[in-house]
Every structure is written in C-alpha cells, then in structure tokens.
C-alpha cells in the first residue's frame, strides 16, 4: 500500500513541476510576445546576414534611399532590421535621431564594424565614452574653433590649393577628389601635429593609405591579412607621432598650443597619456580623410548641373577678391565665413550629399522613444539622409536649391550633416572653410566643363569613381 501511495505521490510531484514549467514557460511566451509587440515592425531577413546585402547594394546605388523608402512605406518611419550582423533598430524619424544623439552613454554607445575598431584601438575618440570622450571632444573642439587654427588652416589652404592649381593643364582631365584628398590631407596633419609637406609627410600619407584600406575588411588579423597590413601600417604612424610628442615633452613648450597635439599635451589630466595621445592623432585622420573631398567634389557636381547657382557664386566670390585687391589685402577666415551664397551652396550639399548618411549606435539598455521599444544590445541607425530628403521637411527635396537657405533658419533635428549632441562633429568648422576657400580658388580662377557622362551620382563618388573635369583658366 505503502508503494502504492509513494508513486502517486512521486507522479504528481512531477507532474505538478511538468505543469508548473509549462505555465512559466507560457509566462514567459506571453511576456516575451508582449515585448516583441512594442518592437518595430520590420524583418530581420536571412539567417546571418539579414538584410545586410540588400542594405549595402543599394547604399552604392544610384538610389540609395531605395532599402529605406521601400520598408519607410511598409513599417513606417521606424523599422527593425538586421544588419551588418547586429539586429538594429533603423530610424528615419527626426524625432527619434534627435532622441539618439541627444542621449548619453548610459543609453547609447557608438557601434561600428569590428574590423574598424580593432584598427581604432580601445582609446580612440570615435569609441570610447563619458568623461573621457567628453573631455578629448571639448579640447579638440574649442582648438578648431580658435581664430589660431582657423587662421592657419586658411594660410595653409590657400598655399597648397594654388600650388596644385599651378599644374593644372587645360588639355588634361582634373580629377578633383583626388587633388582635394592630398590638400585636405596636408591641411589636417599640420593642424594635429604640425608636420610640413616633405618626405615625412609622403611617407604619413602611404601608410595613412594603407591603414585605412582596412578599415572595411575582414576582421581576421594575421600576418597576410588585409587587417594585419592595416595594423602595422598604423604603428609605423604611432611611432611617428610619439617621436613627436617625446620631442615636446623635452622641449620646454610653450602655453599657448600649436596644433592638436600641443593642446591635449598642455592638459593635467592623467588620463591623457602619450599613447591614447599618439593613437588618436591617426585616428582624428579617419574622419577628416574623404569627408571635406567628397564635400567639395558634390558641391562641384551640382554647380556644374545648376549655372545659375554657379554664376551667383561667382560674382559673389569674384566682387570680395577685386575689394581685397584694391585694398591691398588677403582673403583671411572670417571672410570666406562670411560669403552668404557660398554658404548657402555649402548647406544645400551638405543637405542632398549627406556626406555622412547617419550614425550607428548600440542600446546599452531597454530604451523606448515615442512609443518605439529598442531592446538592449540591438544597434540603432540614426539614417540623416531620408530626413534630409523628405518633402514634408524641403520642398522638391531632389532639386539643388541654396536659395531655399536665404533667410532660412535651420532646424538643427531636419538637418543633421555634422550629428548632434555629444559627439557634433568637432571639425565642422573647419569643413565648411576648406570648402569655401577651394570654391573661391576655383571659381575666381578657371572655368569648368564636365561631360554629361562623366558627372558622377553619390554616393557612387565614394566608390573612387573620380569625376573629371576640364578646366579652362579665366580673367577675373
Ligand atoms: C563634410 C565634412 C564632415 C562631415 C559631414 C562630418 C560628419 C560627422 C558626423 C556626422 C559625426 C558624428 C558621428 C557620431 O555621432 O557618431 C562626426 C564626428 C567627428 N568628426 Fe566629423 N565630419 C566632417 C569633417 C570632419 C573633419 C574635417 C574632422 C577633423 C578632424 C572631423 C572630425 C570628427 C571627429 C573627431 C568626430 C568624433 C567626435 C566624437 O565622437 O566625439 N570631421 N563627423
């Protein structure tokens, strides 16, 4: 008997834990269903590779807005995705970006690529977070900003755009980007550490080249691999920078600095040590490298598709250079700052360019915007360009426009070229006065043709696809 009720017993103890584990596990279905509900609609695609392939073939269209209309129309603005191996939630919201730039690393941290952050380093500016990134942002910022630097760059600019122009030949075909890139270079260096064009710089440029050539491969770091090459390319730049900071520590420097180095050198705090100093010296280049080319190169492709924007340009530029001729002066920075139209041809590029097309972050904990759920661990794209060319914020958002500027406030939250809050671009500044003083130079200078077929579309001008130009110089 005794038997008999110890197997009754031991069956409904078991079955009691069998019915318990199904209920928790139905709980657990109910609660997990209910947080999937409040996630965006959308589909993570393939196993694996997601979207990613859709994602990165139309971002090197003609149409690259095309992976984001398609689902902006089926989910709506916010949609869930998985790219680049992450489950990311995309936004095409100015709401929602404005909510992601605003927020600090608690909620957001800046997500990229592995390949790239192996190349950056743990210390790097783009990476790293909260007091630090902050305090690295704030010196590095208020030094662009100084009238110093922007005095310098303007000198510098100036010297090396006419040097390179002296060689353009009218027969032969100029491939902006590429001149752009070797001036904007030299520009940047002499600003971070003050280098001089000469065989120190040539030899920064190769291995600057062959660093960021691993920027997109894969993350596999071997002798042999692309990654490897990249890596050691990168620490024959860090033992150049160190050599120059070794030499500043022992010179008695002066207080008022001289290039970015100077600046971060002359902090006390001990946070900022020679390596992270030397380290995000390179890695300050990463940004700078295409962005103010590619910039320059846009500006000149809708100039040429627009000749009334061109000649108003012109005349503007031309009108300022014959007053500082008559008295005698150069152009200094303010000046090129302060050209109204040339700016508003700077803006309306940087609107239908979008040189940078959004920022990717990873959600460090559960976030909800505007009725939206963002689990942690998901990434988030900010996505400017689908913002930028949204007809309910631009009207004929496709049309090269700088009139729409004149007299325009602009909505920092519709227009978002260089980010926002913490990380705002810290070299915008500097961006958009290389850009002016390469117009002014070339619009007081030459006249261009560029041949129908030979005007690039972005972001195909990213893919190396140089648009040439012929020039003709004229009288001004
Ligand atoms: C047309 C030119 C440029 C555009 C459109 C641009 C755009 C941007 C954007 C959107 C960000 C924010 C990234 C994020 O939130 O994760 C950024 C950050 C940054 N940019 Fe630029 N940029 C340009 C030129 C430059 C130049 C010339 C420099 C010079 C060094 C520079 C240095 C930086 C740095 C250091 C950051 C990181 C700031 C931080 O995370 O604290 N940029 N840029």
Redesign the pocket.
């Known amino acids: 008997m005794d038997n008999v009720w110890n197997i009754v017993f031991v069956t409904s103890f078991l079955l009691s834990i069998v019915i318990f584990l199904i209920l928790f596990k139905n709980k657990k279905l109910v609660l997990k269903s209910k947080c999937i509900k409040q996630l965006p609609l959308g589909t993570l695609g393939l196993p694996f590779i997601g979207e990613t392939i859709e994602f990165v073939s139309c971002a090197y269209s003609d149409c690259p807005e095309r992976f984001m209309d398609k689902r902006q129309h089926k989910y709506g603005k916010v949609f869930k995705s998985h790219i680049f191996g992450n489950r990311t939630i995309v936004s095409t919201d100015a709401d929602v970006n404005k909510f992601i730039?605003q927020s600090d690393a608690n909620v957001f941290v800046?997500s990229y690529p592995k390949s790239l952050t192996e190349l950056m380093g743990k210390s790097s500016?783009?990476?790293?977070n909260g007091s630090l990134?902050?305090r690295?942002?704030g010196l590095?910022?208020a030094f662009?900003k100084s009238q110093q630097l922007k005095s310098q760059i303007t000198r510098d600019m100036q010297k090396y755009v006419q040097e390179s122009m002296a060689n353009w030949r009218e027969d032969q075909p100029i491939y902006i980007q590429d001149e752009t890139k070797n001036i904007?270079f030299q520009v940047?260096v002499r600003?971070?550490i003050s280098l001089n064009p000469g065989e120190e710089m040539e030899l920064l440029k190769k291995h600057f080249q062959e660093f960021i050539s691993g920027l997109m491969s894969l993350p596999i770091n071997f002798p042999g691999t692309k990654l490897y090459q990249s890596l050691q390319a990168k620490k024959k730049m860090v033992k150049l920078v160190q050599r120059i900071i070794e030499t500043r520590r022992n010179s008695d420097t002066s207080k008022v600095p001289k290039d970015?180095v100077d600046v971060l050198l002359n902090d006390s705090s001990e946070q900022l040590t020679d390596d992270l100093i030397a380290d995000?010296m390179i890695?300050?280049?990463?940004?700078?490298?295409d962005?103010?080319p590619?910039?320059i190169t846009l500006a000149i492709k809708y100039l040429s598709e627009c000749p009334v924007a061109l000649q108003q340009l012109k005349e503007e530029n031309v009108k300022l250079q014959k007053l500082k001729d008559k008295l005698g002066e150069s152009l200094c920075w303010s000046d090129y700052l302060s050209l109204p139209f040339t700016q508003t041809v700077i803006t309306e590029t940087?609107r239908m360019g979008?040189?940078?097309t959004?920022?990717?972050?990873k959600a460090k904990k559960d976030v909800e915007i505007k009725g939206y759920s963002i689990p942690k661990g998901w990434c988030v794209l900010?996505y400017?360009r689908s913002i930028h060319l949204d007809d309910k914020n631009y009207e004929c958002p496709y049309k090269f426009n700088p009139w729409r500027w004149q007299d325009k406030e602009m909505n920092i939250y519709n227009f978002?070229?260089?980010?926002?809050?913490?990380?705002?671009?810290?070299?915008?500044d500097?961006?958009?006065l290389?850009?002016s003083i390469f117009l002014h130079h070339l619009v007081t200078q030459f006249m261009w043709y560029a041949e129908e077929d030979s005007i690039v579309n972005f972001p195909t001008v990213r893919m190396k696809k140089r648009m040439p130009i012929l020039v003709r110089r004229v009288e001004s």
């Open positions: 730039l800046p500016i783009l990476v790293i990134q902050r690295i942002h590095i910022g662009f904007t940047l600003a971070l970015v995000n890695d300050m280049m990463i940004p700078g490298e962005s103010v590619v910039l940087l979008n040189v940078i959004g920022v990717m972050r900010a400017f978002t070229p260089f980010g926002g809050g913490q990380r705002l671009c810290p070299g915008l500097l961006a958009r290389e850009a």
